[in-house]
């Protein structure tokens, strides 16, 4: 099973609402990933996570706070977001962090 | 930043046609990956080159390395429509907090039927 597969694929939510973005892989991959994909603009990474360690956080702010509760999943937890932070999220998974990644299909993100 | 630039921005061609995407980064790597991205879908591997290599072949897919110039190319033989998306290289820099994988700007590819 190569797929990564995310939770909603679609979701709306208000500026004051508390809502989860979910992330799932059975490669058995010890590397996942969280980017913010903006249109016509490249994806760009959020955070990673290395044997269910958080290993990087790239100065994201504290209303994005991830959450790895094993091997195999990826929560990204969301409250009080932006207007500005509309955009498609993006989960990865690989062997390691810098081998190909697999990608899932995105969750599009709309903050109204 | 070690972020790779592709040029061109934008290609449209015809159907049968080859397409050759370029990407230049800035500091040394490990390996160079390219990518693919139909409109709002998630990202598609397609090859690794790593550093040590100048070409690779997968298929219909030709990537070169020039380390040297810190560049790289990727060509698509006889396209075809559904090869339309968007392709990103991205490089891999290390820091003492971890690795990961910075992506370039992209090219969109519209091959036309």
């Known amino acids: 099973d190569t797929e990564v597969t995310q939770t909603p694929k679609h979701l709306v939510m208000g500026m004051t609402n508390k809502k989860s973005l979910k992330c799932e892989q059975h490669m058995g991959h010890r590397a996942m990933y969280w980017y913010k994909q903006k249109a016509k603009k490249p994806p760009e990474l959020m955070f990673v996570?290395?044997?269910?360690?958080?290993?990087i956080n790239e100065s994201v702010p504290s209303r994005f706070s991830p959450e790895c509760p094993n091997s195999s999943l990826l929560n990204l937890h969301l409250h009080a977001l932006q207007p500005e932070d509309s955009a498609l999220y993006l989960c990865?998974?690989?062997?390691?962090?810098?081998?190909?990644?697999?990608f899932g299909p995105g969750t599009r993100l709309t903050v109204t | 930043s070690q972020q790779g630039e592709e040029d061109p921005q934008a290609l449209s061609i015809q159907e049968g046609e080859n397409a050759t995407m370029n990407c230049s980064y800035k500091?040394?790597?490990?390996?160079l990956q390219w990518y693919r991205q139909n409109s709002g879908r998630g990202l598609v591997h397609l090859i690794l080159?790593?550093?040590?290599?100048r070409e690779k072949h997968s298929g219909r897919l030709r990537v070169t390395l020039d380390t040297s110039k810190k560049s790289s190319s990727l060509l698509i033989t006889a396209s075809r429509a559904a090869d339309t998306a968007s392709y990103f290289c991205?490089?891999?820099?290390?820091?003492?907090?971890?690795?990961?994988?910075?992506f370039g700007e992209g090219t969109q590819l519209t091959v036309n039927p």
């Open positions: 500091t040394s790597i490990n390996n």
């Open positions: 996570y290395s044997y269910e360690k958080l290993s």
């Open positions: 080159i790593r550093s040590n290599e």
């Open positions: 991205a490089t891999d820099w290390l820091e003492t907090s971890g690795s990961r994988l910075t």
């Open positions: 990865a998974s690989s062997q390691g962090p810098t081998l190909e990644q697999y």
